[in-house]
């Protein structure tokens, strides 16, 4: 499993397993994203809000979504910015004071 995809599972406290692929962890994303459309859209949204994922991308998904389940354009969404954080801190993070206080 790549790093980039341990910062990203660790980041949004997703079980992982040896070995997943982006395909999986996509699957492990939808089913969350699925849960919350079901119990508490509000939270949901206050978390894509918080991953910084602007408001106007999450409604032109939805409004242009034609065969894949809402869950799985949503997750999709959260997997490319967690992609594009973790990248982001690979170009321009430093290194922890102490190791192992990477998070």
Known sequence: MSLEFDDIYRELSLPQQESENEEELLKHIMDRVEYFLHHDKGLLLSYMYRLDIDERIIEKAILEQEDDPIAYTLAKLILDRQKK???????????????????
């Open 85 to 103: 954080r973790v990248e982001t801190k690979k170009k321009y993070g430093q290194p922890p004071p102490i190791e192992g206080w990477e998070y």
